[in-house]
């Protein structure tokens, strides 16, 4: 094993080969210093199709990371981290997430032969964990988020915690990404969502090593802890309630300083999406026959509101509408 967790905060190191899913000492995110094994694909997850489209004089590619076998982004980064936990010799995987990294974590454990434990909040959505049973994990449901992450803590040494917001190695396989866009990211601008930032972080890192420094530019749900003051804020549209974006509401991101440095390192801004632009980009998307999750359609709203400013651009598509066809209708409705 040639490669040692470091926490970005505190400079805590971790002893060699040892996994740990957050900072030991002060809780926050980690970076892995050498070089972290390579693994296959499991279920074609990735290479994902790129669609190129004409909008007003412009091209926009739209990656459709909702395609990949679970619906979203998160199984670059998950099936990773749980093939490497099987290699660190792991029978079982926990993680906290009502969404789309439960249902990521639970078909990947399935399929890798791991138990999987999806520790939720009562307020998840009642389609996806019926998915996540479905597919054989052992579904946890509590009362809140918060209390969904100390339930997660409670299985963690003994079961691998996947832990997206904290542990590099979930962002090590969301790098793919980025060497799979590097061709055209050369000259056009990436749009991306930003919750986490396991997404952009990933997206940033893989694009380096392809020899690439995208131009990137972060869009978060209005209301999220803001990138703004930390990065140029480029557009705010949609009014100040992204109750819809349920996917980036996260609290605290801890690699919110990290992400604020790459997206000002890249020379591109935030754009800050409410409910009324992410329900007008969700039509849209729809009627090209995008089949997203209001979450993803952020990044549209966020193209939209720079068009005739930025060029081309790539838009990534990161969940699937599918798991959200009960709400859909409705939604880009109202
Ligand atoms: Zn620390």
Known sequence: MSWRFYCVRCGFRGDVGVYYHRCPVCGGALGVDGVLPSFPRVLGEGSTPLVFDGVGGSIVGFKLEYLNPSGSFKDRGVSYSLQFARGLGYRCVVVDSSGNTGLSTAVYASRLGLRAHIVVPATASPGKLSLMRA??????????????????????????????????????????????????????????????????????????????????????????????????????????????ADALVVRNPPRLEEMARIVRESGGGVVKVGDEAIRVALRELLSMGFIVEPSSAVAWAAYRALEGKIGEAIVILTGSGLKYYRELEEISRA
């Open 135 to 244: 597919v054989g994990a052992n579904v946890v449901v509590v009362e809140s988020r918060g209390e969904a992450s100390r339930v997660a803590e409670s299985y963690a040494g003994e079961c691998f915690h996947v832990a997206h917001l904290t542990s590099p190695v979930f962002i090590e396989g969301v790098k793919s990404l980025g060497y799979e866009i590097a061709e055209y990211s050369r000259r056009a601008t990436v749009i991306v969502p930003v919750s986490s930032g396991s997404l952009l972080v990933g997206l940033y890192r893989g694009s380096l090593e392809a020899g690439v420094k995208p131009r990137i530019i972060a869009v978060q749900a209005s209301g999220s802890p803001s990138l703004e003051g930390l990065v140029d804020l480029l557009a705010y549209v949609g009014g100040p309630d992204s109750r819809l």
